[in-house]
């Protein structure tokens, strides 16, 4: 019995893992790189962390804006996971598996001084406009 109750509880911490507040999931066909980008900063600026997740074709897409914001020197790597989930396919009826990824960066020393760098940057670009 207490094998079960294990079981369930485990069940509720996975449930509730799938509704991060700070998680966002990337689709490479709906949105242009830099939204994802420019989202993740914010993510980063409001919970200190941001989870990044996709499946399948755009894993390419996730590791593309981890690597711009690390490059720029805003994000760290903490944690980067790899799995395979049963997706149902519609037009056969049965389940398939896709690749999985999951990337946890989390605010460099120096993100705060980045971004009120840029934020300074814009507000210069408008006033020479």
Do not use: C, W
Request: hydrophobic share 40%.
């Amino acid at each position: 019995m207490e094998e079960v109750t294990e079981g369930v509880n485990n069940l509720q911490i996975s449930a509730a893992d799938s509704h991060k507040k700070n998680r966002i999931q990337v689709s490479n066909t709906k949105k242009p790189l830099f939204f994802y980008v420019n989202l993740a900063k914010r993510y980063m600026q409001q919970y200190n962390e941001v989870e990044l997740s996709a499946l399948g074709m755009a894993i390419a897409t996730v590791v593309t804006i981890a690597e711009i914001l690390k490059n720029n020197g805003l994000a760290i790597e903490k944690r980067i996971t790899t799995s395979s989930v049963d997706v149902k396919d519609e037009s056969r009826g049965r389940p398939i598996q896709k690749a999985k990824i999951e990337i946890l960066l989390g605010k460099t020393e120096n993100f705060d001084e980045l971004m009120a760098a840029a934020a300074e940057g814009d507000v210069g670009d408008d006033e020479q406009s």
